[in-house]
């Protein structure tokens, strides 16, 4: 399986600014990458997904990129707001039927 | 629709006894999944279902879990005996076909598992 790493550090941010997240993997290029948003008490939400062969995806405030040379997924929220506040999860699909690996999650506050 | 559902939300039983968990995925979806979420391992699949067979269980901790779905409208996940080392979040999420909705999940709100 993936070893996957996520910031284990909470990101403080203040209201407005971009956040940015990392999601980094070990082994082979996944064919897809998810992101989820998780708040307390409640399963994950899916906000994006990005495929090996795109560079870019974006969907409102949120831009996701995909390096598969270095292994690396960003995540950002642009002009973030407190209502962004939440745990965000980075998913690997690692087989052909639709198995997905789960990082550890980022929490990120956002502070007014 | 109203999403995935899943019961019990919390469950508090002692160890040793027998747990039902149990799921009730999206119409029309053809995926199951089930996770366990706890703050040392994160978020681990445990077993997942296609068109309802069992496709891995690679995921299940041991021989005191099993999971069946009998149908394509429900699924139950059953730890017997149970142990404190059981207690974490339960989550049931089902998606559509693999080559649509971008592999999608969507996640029930969980059950909160207590093993005294």
């Known amino acids: 399986s993936q070893k996957i790493e996520q910031n284990s550090e909470a990101l403080n941010i203040q209201e407005g600014k971009t956040a940015t997240l990392t999601c980094n993997y070990t082994?082979?290029?996944?064919?897809?990458l998810q992101w989820y948003r998780q708040d307390p008490g409640r399963g994950p939400v899916f906000l994006l997904l990005i495929r090996e062969n795109e560079k870019e995806k974006r969907k409102e405030r949120l831009k996701v990129t995909f390096d598969t040379t270095l292994k690396q997924s960003l995540f950002h929220i642009t002009a973030s707001q407190p209502a962004d506040s939440a745990t965000y999860l980075c998913?690997?699909?690692?087989?052909?039927?639709?198995?997905?690996?789960f990082g550890a999650g980022t929490q990120v506050v956002v502070t007014p | 629709d109203a999403g995935v559902i899943q019961s019990p939300r919390h469950e508090v039983t002692e160890m040793g006894q027998e747990v039902t968990l149990r799921c009730k995925p999206i119409s029309g979806h053809d995926y199951l999944f089930w996770y366990r979420q706890t703050m040392m391992r994160g978020l681990e699949l445990l077993i997942y279902f296609n068109n309802n067979v069992p496709i891995d269980d690679s995921g299940m901790p041991e021989d005191r879990f099993s999971a069946k779905m009998p149908n394509a409208s429900f699924s139950t996940l059953k730890i017997q005996p149970s142990e404190p080392r059981d207690s974490a979040v339960y989550f049931c999420?089902?998606?559509?076909?693999?080559?649509?909705?971008?592999?999608?999940?969507?996640f029930g709100p969980g059950t909160r598992l207590t093993v005294l």
């Open positions: 999420a089902s998606s559509s076909g693999q080559w649509s909705s971008y592999n999608e999940q969507f």
């Open positions: 082994n082979y290029s996944p064919a897809y």
């Open positions: 998913a690997l699909l690692t087989d052909s039927w639709g198995k997905f690996q």
